[in-house]
């Protein structure tokens, strides 16, 4: 029965490609140009051009897939041919330790990462900034020239995230700013307000708690932009870093780096202290990327 089936199909596949190498060959003779042997049409018109192939391969489209125990972010993309680049932008992960047993992710049916376009950007721009082909981008996304909608969200094939980016998704950014023993007494996030009982505020970084004296390092190699005093972080200095990366240390109780100094991890910038708003010794570190606050945990390893 199967060795039947086999030779049947055999037949039919031989038959198709006789039709197809047969008509295909008619189509190009002069005689057949205006509908003479018409019957021929339909089949050719079946027949995808190179191009529609190409397109057929570049739509975008995305499957889910629910996490199970012991995937990482690497076997997964492996799985389905993609990059981790892929899965970690397309899914949002801010931090690839916390995949969740049961969490569903998206997976691209192309290996790339979404982009929400700026003013200014053209599909040319584009494609010259993330080094990917401008004919394949224009493809994914139907582009019909070299014009694209400010705000709108498009998919670059091919694209990687950049260094800083990964890094920070892979928490391992910056180091952290006590290298001694201290205790986290405040977490990033909502809390009751210490100073103002009753009320919830956000607090926008880590209280490290640790003795006075304590020495405190630059979280990540920058520039010293502010080293002064304020009625809320008592002595503090604020670091800018690369790709719109800053941060933040309070309560110090003296300041040994001044601004416009170079500092790295292994620069002691002061001491821990208990100067300004606070009840304890401590360090207030506050991480911000392009003004916002991000949570420090996830960022440290
Ligand atoms: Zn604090």
Not at 46 to 67: D, G, N, W
Not at 87 to 116: A, C, E, F, H, M
Not at 217 to 245: C, D, E, M, P, T
Not at 285 to 293: E, H, L, M
């Amino acid at each position: 029965m199967k060795r039947y089936n086999f030779f049947k199909a055999t037949i039919v596949l031989s038959f198709f490609l006789w039709a197809g190498f047969h008509f295909a060959g008619a189509q190009y003779t002069p005689f057949d140009a205006k509908g003479v042997g018409g019957g021929d049409t339909p089949l050719s018109e079946e027949l995808p051009t190179p191009e529609e192939q190409q397109q057929k391969k570049l739509r975008l489209f995305y499957t889910t897939y629910a996490v199970k125990k012991g995937d990482m972010v690497s076997t997964i993309a492996e799985k389905y041919g993609v990059s981790q680049d892929a899965i970690i932008s397309i899914n949002k992960l801010r931090n690839t330790r916390t995949l969740q047993i049961g969490q569903i992710l998206k997976v691209p049916s192309i290996d790339g990462i979404p982009y929400k376009v700026k003013k200014g950007d053209t599909p040319e721009s584009i494609a010259d900034n993330y080094k990917i082909s401008l004919e394949k981008l224009a493809l994914v996304n139907t582009f019909t020239d070299n014009t694209v909608e400010p705000a709108s969200m498009i998919f670059l094939p091919d694209a990687k995230l950049d260094w800083a980016t990964l890094q920070e998704i892979n928490g391992d950014l910056f180091k952290k700013p006590l290298k001694r023993r201290f205790r986290i007494s405040s977490r990033y996030g909502w809390r009751n307000n210490p100073f103002r009982p009753g009320v919830r505020s956000f607090h926008n970084g880590i209280d490290m708690a640790a003795p006075r004296g304590t020495p405190i390092y630059a979280a990540l190699a920058g520039r010293v932009i502010a080293a002064g005093y304020s009625k809320v972080y008592g002595n503090y200095i604020i670091i800018a870093h690369h790709s719109g990366y800053r941060t933040l240390y309070g309560h110090l109780h003296a300041i040994f780096t001044s601004r416009g100094a170079f500092v790295t991890p292994s620069s002691k910038i002061g001491i821990v202290g208990n100067t300004g708003m606070s009840t304890g010794p401590h360090l207030h570190f506050t991480i911000f990327k392009n003004g916002s606050t991000l949570n420090p945990a996830g960022l440290w390893n």
